[in-house]
């Protein structure tokens, strides 16, 4: 397939690269700044670094719109396509239908829109195994689709058909999963220093939990501490602790009700 | 060494296989349920099953404390230790000076009481690389704490001298990094379950957060999601979802304001 990349960010960065991995040409990189473009195409065999969104000359089939949320708004106002392009954007949490009326109040021809997430955290320093990354795609019409599942699953074992309401719901439950979950790693690492401790001791037994939570059935399961333990003379020595560090005292008595809650 | 372990769970059950492993005696097994006991000393070379607190006739030198935090006052009442004995309870919650204070209240021999924890969660189904566990050790006299932080330096390559303070700490910092973070994975399960999602499509994603977030200098320094982004309109519209299940709307208002509190 022939595709350019609108943006050069992290996620424009790992689906150009596995593209040209898979065998797909890569035309054009947008972004504002031409040498954020250029560091992409650099790693590329033949794209071309562009500043412009005048793509009406593009050789591309599928447009691929990785920029920030914030910025799909501006994007679309100023972009021009190729007929019978597909403009798939890769957010979490933009519905298709807002890309579609982004398209139709500031073009006359109809644009063909989907959705191409990749649902994974991406950093430009690390490396990721595309093939592990599921893949959700949503399109307005079945030849779109059926294309942008074929190139998913020509990058990765797991592609799956999803709306944007279901992908809303799968962004809330991310949110819990990896952003709360990583600033309690935080708030944990902050309790350490705090004493002086070495955060270091700590790993192993996270470790180990995350393995458990992934293995079981369902996590709630696994669930350890003494809130589900009903350890009460435990909680109230920790909220003691706690009593000068409002946000960790509320977080701790707000987590320790809702397991208490589950596991009634 | 020669050592008896009370208590028949799964701390117990890990740290007698990796005693016997690492050529020390185990001697006796109690527990109040003589088949527990028996389930422990049918995988070790030697060790008696008994549900007596009597020890005075025992060969131990050293006594592991297994019991859950709740059960501790009660068998210290009724133990029956040989002279010298070392008393090391596995608990993290309870601190040294409270097992001095019970065997004092119970004995008339002054008992060397010591601690012996394994920062691990452990399973019964479930293998541990005992080398990886952080063994946090405390004595009340030189020679026990020797002779402990040599026996943990056998089965582990991580062997600290932590007072009851920072064992307490190190406890709080568990429970944000530990039972929190897996109730966090539990709610998020229940919410794809209710959209008919399968959860293992975000298992990929929560993989790499833990791994990203141990690798890092600190968790906050890899943080992402709409809250450290500042996008209200993203949280805003999660709220709005969320907005009649309380638990999971107070979970996604304060950690949201804990994490912007964090990164203002």
Redesign the interface.
Known sequence: MKISVIGAGNVAWHLSIAFENHHHQVCEIYSRQLSKAKAITSMLYQAEATTSLDFSESKAELFILAVS??AIAEVCSKLVLPENAILAHTSG?RSLNELQQLMVSYHDLPIRCAVFYP???F?IQ?R?QMK???F?IEADEEMAENQLVKLAQGLSK?V?L?SS??R??????????????????????E??I??E?E?D??????????Q???AAE???D???????RG?NS?MN??LI??KDRT??F???E??S???Q??HA
Chains 1, 2 share one sequence.
């Not at 439950?173 to 708030?187: E, S």
């Not at 001791?201 to 995350?210: A, C, G, N, Q, V």
């Not at 696994?222 to 589900?228: E, I, K, N, S």
């Open positions: 949320d914030d949490t649902l994974m955290t950093s690390k990721i592990e990354v599921p959700c797991t799956y999803i309401q279901e809303k719901v799968l962004h809330v439950a991310a949110v819990f999963a990896c952003n709360f979950t990583n600033h309690l790693l935080a708030l944990a690492k309790i350490t705090e004493e401790l955060f001791l700590l790993k192993p037994l996270i470790k180990e939990t995350f458990k939570a992934m369902h996590p709630a696994v669930q350890t501490g003494p809130a589900v350890d435990t020595n920790h602790y706690l946000d960790l509320e977080i701790y707000i987590m009700e809702s397991i809650q589950w």
